[in-house]
């Protein structure tokens, strides 16, 4: 489901919530659901077609039950923009600063994410599932607002295991910003 949401990427920022954390036990692949997306399209994209961008250390989140997911979506993020033949860049040379965030449910709850991105509950998950969101922003860094933005809001039956983390997140950062310019 893809709906547009026009809400200012400070609160966007305030929101960023969770995915899957832990590590499986078990030998069965997880079962994912990827429910809600709500993505903000640019209005006006200022950017040359090989923009530079930097992963600003100060917009990057992970809350205390998804710690492990940081990093392996931040790679998935630098990989995807890079194929596009976007430039990595020291902070103060990007045209784009990249901001993601990532949080077990534990660490927001579903009212005080919806509340502050805007979203309609879109995901019920099962009984003993886990339940997440992931943000990925795109800031001008000339203008300090966002440019793009994408949130994507996940259930689970079982937690996905370490070694499992970096494939899962290249699928799922592909999906989450194959609208970006």
Same mark, same amino acid.
């Given at each position: 489901?893809?709906?547009? /949401?026009?809400? +200012?990427? +400070? /609160?966007?920022?305030?929101?960023?919530?969770?995915?899957?954390?832990?590590?499986?036990? $078990?030998?069965?692949?997880?079962?994912?659901?990827?429910?809600?997306?709500?993505?903000?399209?640019? =209005?006006?994209?200022? %950017?040359p077609a090989q923009p530079r961008y930097a992963l600003a250390e100060q917009y990057q989140y992970s809350g205390a039950s998804a710690e492990g997911w940081l990093a392996p979506l931040q790679q998935a993020v630098a990989l995807y923009l890079d194929g596009k033949?976007?430039?990595?860049?020291?902070?103060? =040379?990007?045209?784009?600063?990249?901001?993601? $965030?990532?949080?077990? @449910?534990?660490?927001?709850?579903?009212?005080?994410? %919806?509340? !502050?991105?805007?979203?309609?509950?879109?995901?019920?998950?099962?009984? $003993? @599932?886990?339940?997440?969101?992931?943000?990925?922003?795109? /800031?001008?860094?000339?203008?300090?607002?966002?440019?793009? #933005? #994408?949130?994507?809001? /996940?259930?689970?039956?079982? @937690?996905?295991?370490? #070694?499992? !983390?970096?494939? %899962? #997140?290249? =699928?799922?950062?592909?999906?989450?910003? !194959?609208?970006?310019?």
């Amino acid at each position: 489901m893809r709906t547009i /949401l026009k809400t +200012p990427w +400070p /609160l966007l920022l305030l929101g960023l919530v969770g995915l899957l954390g832990g590590c499986s036990s $078990g030998h069965q692949a997880p079962v994912i659901d990827m429910g809600t997306q709500v993505t903000r399209p640019a =209005e006006q994209w200022p %950017f040359p077609a090989q923009p530079r961008y930097a992963l600003a250390e100060q917009y990057q989140y992970s809350g205390a039950s998804a710690e492990g997911w940081l990093a392996p979506l931040q790679q998935a993020v630098a990989l995807y923009l890079d194929g596009k033949g976007w430039r990595s860049a020291p902070l103060d =040379e990007a045209d784009i600063w990249v901001a993601i $965030g990532v949080a077990g @449910a534990q660490d927001i709850s579903d009212e005080a994410l %919806f509340a !502050r991105l805007g979203m309609n509950p879109g995901v019920q998950a099962r009984a $003993g @599932a886990r339940k997440g969101t992931l943000a990925i922003i795109m /800031l001008d860094r000339q203008r300090q607002q966002s440019a793009w #933005s #994408s949130v994507i809001q /996940l259930t689970t039956d079982q @937690a996905i295991a370490e #070694s499992q !983390r970096a494939a %899962f #997140s290249q =699928e799922l950062v592909g999906k989450m910003l !194959r609208t970006l310019p």
